[in-house]
């Protein structure tokens, strides 16, 4: 079996430097293609692609992180009502804390190395870190999503001659504004080494065609994932700083040429499932049908989301969810009581998440960002700040997000056909999809119903940002703070412990009950 021999994990609460072996079956499907015993930029970069699981499907990700927390707070999955179903399961939220910590410390490692190495290489490597730096702000904003003020610009440095070894902590709003300034120039980076002349270019186009799980060395996909991330970033924090929000994205959507973005599903970003990492169905084994076996009571479908689909005839309900015994689609009515619930529950009525497209789909890709978001991204900019034609762009996406939810079709089962046009027409026609009365209600409405699932982690950030759409008032039991849906994740109790002058600092923050920086709707 092939092994990645050294790899290099800082975890920034601890300081602590480690150094271990991947788990075996990640190494075996995702294996550094050239093993050696010593660190370098382009094994590190790899390792950062896949590190954790982070970007690619595990038993864990789904079955403690999305199912057990996010898709209840974000309604993207179904769930009963218990009196402790807003709860956060601190052993959890540590792994998922020292999980981000460990990539942003390979990282931190990358940087370390860059000026060390062959003069004559420095400026492929140069890129590398660049692309490398671009995984970790996507990985930075889930995080701070999650937590709102994080060690960042001096979290994972733990070693090296200026190590530190417990990170203060930085505010959200300047975490946004480091990532905005640095995405931008990560683009222009990637621009820079495309039209300069460089006489190691071969070199490192095998070493990125070997190494980059991602887009396999392609830089213009690089380039629009970067750009299109850059609009996410800055469109999360337009209800707080609208200035620097509308700035950022009127450059990129003015300056295509200088700054595309993703356009089409052929253009997303993602890392693809490979060999059969998906398909072991075993409780702590990797895979969404694990998870998804075992978390039966989450295994559900949403009542809302059920209900808006079903009102304008979506199409992409036969690929979301499943058909119960009686061959309806029932989701879970979170304005139900417990007991009523459980009762549908017991009497397997409520429908699961589909089969070939989600469930038992070996294939399942990881999506990072999609067209169907880029196009909504749009459309939000245009309706606020004009620009564009806003309500094509809402369609667009809409179109792009059907052509992409049939597209996962690669499981076991029966595939639904791709719809007709005049069926999908219909449905954007519909009164459910089309109500002008509230034209940004409807884009993210559909941003979210596009996220479904398999991107809860924005669902939820970008319900918390637009408060759409409406839920359900809920009131869990009586167990303090965790009564209503919370607006965050607390902090670990390991970063409480190792890092607790800094934590102190930002203690009165953490409660679930408190929002994030950018959450003032």
């Not at 931190?108 to 671009?134: F, Q, W």
């Amino acid at each position: 079996m092939k092994k990645i021999l050294f790899v290099l994990l800082i975890a920034a609460f601890s300081g602590v430097f480690f150094v271990s072996c991947s788990d075996s079956k990640m190494e075996e499907l995702y294996p550094n293609p050239d093993l050696r015993t010593t660190a370098k930029i382009e094994y590190l970069f790899t390792q950062l692609q896949t590190q954790n699981a982070n970007y690619i499907w595990t038993y864990w990700d789904m079955g403690t992180m999305v199912l057990q927390h996010l898709s209840v707070y974000a309604q993207t999955g179904g769930y009963i009502a218990t009196n402790v179903r807003f709860t956060q399961n601190v052993s959890y939220l540590g792994d998922r804390w020292r999980g981000y910590y460990n990539g942003l410390g390979t990282f931190r490692e990358m940087e370390l190395l860059l000026p060390n190495v062959d003069p004559t290489m420095a400026t492929g490597y140069d890129l590398i870190v660049n692309l490398g730096k671009a995984i970790c702000i996507h990985e930075t904003q889930k995080a701070t999503d999650l937590w709102g003020d994080m060690p960042y610009s001096q979290g994972g440095r733990a070693r090296g001659e200026n190590k530190i070894i417990f990170p203060e902590y930085d505010s959200q709003e300047a975490i946004y504004n480091s990532m905005l300034t640095d995405l931008k120039s990560i683009s222009e980076a990637i621009s820079r080494y495309q039209t300069n002349e460089y006489d190691k270019k071969a070199t490192f186009d095998a070493i990125l065609a070997t190494q980059d799980f991602m887009f396999h060395g392609n830089l213009d996909s690089w380039k629009k994932f970067v750009n299109s991330l850059r609009l996410r970033v800055a469109m999360r924090i337009s209800n707080v700083n609208e200035t620097l929000a509308k700035a950022t994205i009127t450059e990129v959507l003015g300056n295509p040429g200088q700054y595309p973005v993703i356009e089409t599903n052929a253009e997303n970003a993602f890392i693809a499932s490979e060999g059969n990492l998906l398909a072991n169905t075993g409780r702590h084994e990797q895979g969404v049908k694990g998870a998804l076996t075992y978390q039966t009571g989450k295994n559900l479908a949403p009542g809302l989301m059920v209900s808006m689909m079903k009102n304008a005839n979506d199409p992409r309900l036969t690929v979301y969810f499943g058909r119960n015994k009686e061959g309806n689609v029932i989701g879970v009515d979170q304005s139900m009581s417990q007991s009523e619930q459980e009762a549908l529950f017991s009497a397997e009525l409520y429908s699961h998440f589909d089969t070939c497209a989600v469930f038992d789909n070996d294939l399942l890709p990881n999506m990072l960002i999609n067209a169907a978001e880029v196009s909504f991204l749009k459309a939000e900019a245009y309706e606020r700040w004009g620009g564009g034609d806003a309500q094509a762009a809402y369609e667009n996406g809409i179109r792009l997000s059907v052509e992409y939810w049939f597209g996962l079709q690669t499981g076991t089962g029966v595939a639904a056909p791709t719809p007709d046009a005049a069926v999908v027409d219909a449905m954007i026609a519909s009164e459910e999809y089309n109500n002008s009365n509230n034209q940004l209600k409807q884009i993210a409405t559909q941003k979210w119903m596009d996220f479904g699932l398999l991107n809860t982690y924005e669902a939820w950030a970008e319900q918390r940002r637009t408060g759409f759409p409406v839920f359900a008032d809920e009131t869990a039991g009586t167990v303090g703070e965790f009564q209503k849906r919370p607006f965050r994740l607390t902090y670990p109790s390991t970063e409480i412990s190792y890092n607790g002058v800094n934590y102190e600092k930002v203690r009165a923050k953490d409660k679930p009950t408190v929002k994030l920086w950018w959450d003032v709707n």
